[in-house]
């Protein structure tokens, strides 16, 4: 299944969440800067809310794209063992990534949100969502960070998956949602023919329709 772009691929999965969540406005919280585009479609169907929750890759020292951990709001670091081992490094080796991420991820924050208070998932429907799930990692770290606000229910949701890491999520959600699940995976942008990237700027502007 390969999407004509986010926007499709929000469409196809907001109709597939529609027989998933009925619960009266849910909670939609966007991973930016790819899952906003997703997320949008997914919210005008379910007539939920639409939010944000900012999370960052740390990457293995030399390797920036390989994500050994990631980081949520205000949320401690979350780290694949597996990564970890693979990349032959420990946490305290990617300390100063994560130093860095850390004030990335503040910048995002600021950038995104403004002055505006972050989402209170407390006793709602939950519905997380990026555009696709590679390693899993950054979403990981989202999912608890939202779940130590004490959601009603939480669901992972994305158009496309790794296989290894929609089954590795499943513990962290009360459910994951892919329309996909191709293997090999190869990378997310694989499943899509307008893969373009998005910029800060693009993250206001879906924040602000």
Not at 37 to 58: M, N, Q, S, T
Not at 119 to 134: Q, S, W
């Amino acid at each position: 299944m390969i999407f004509a772009n986010r926007a499709e691929a929000g469409r196809a999965l907001a109709e597939r969440l529609a027989t998933v969540v009925t619960d009266e406005n849910p909670l939609i919280l966007a991973l930016p800067r790819g899952g906003l585009p997703v997320a949008g479609p997914v919210a005008e169907r379910l007539g939920g809310e639409l939010d944000i929750v900012v999370a960052r890759k740390i990457g293995a020292p030399g390797h920036p794209e390989f994500g050994v951990g990631a980081i949520a709001e205000d949320g401690p670091p979350v780290f694949d063992r597996d990564n970890l081992r693979y990349a032959g490094v420990s946490e305290a080796d990617v300390a100063g990534v994560l130093s860095a991420e850390r004030v990335e991820l503040q910048r995002r924050i600021r950038r995104y949100r403004g002055d505006r208070r972050p989402p209170a998932p407390a006793g709602r429907a939950v519905i997380v969502i990026d555009d696709g799930l590679a390693t899993g990692v950054t979403a990981h770290a989202a999912l608890c960070w939202v779940r130590e606000q004490g959601p009603a229910r939480l669901v992972l949701a994305a158009p496309v998956c790794a296989p290894q890491a929609r089954d590795a999520l499943a513990a962290e959600a009360d459910e994951v949602v892919c329309l996909s699940a191709p293997d090999p995976f190869l990378a997310v942008g694989r499943w899509y023919d307008d893969f373009a990237q998005l910029t800060d700027e693009d993250v206001g502007n879906f924040i602000m329709c």
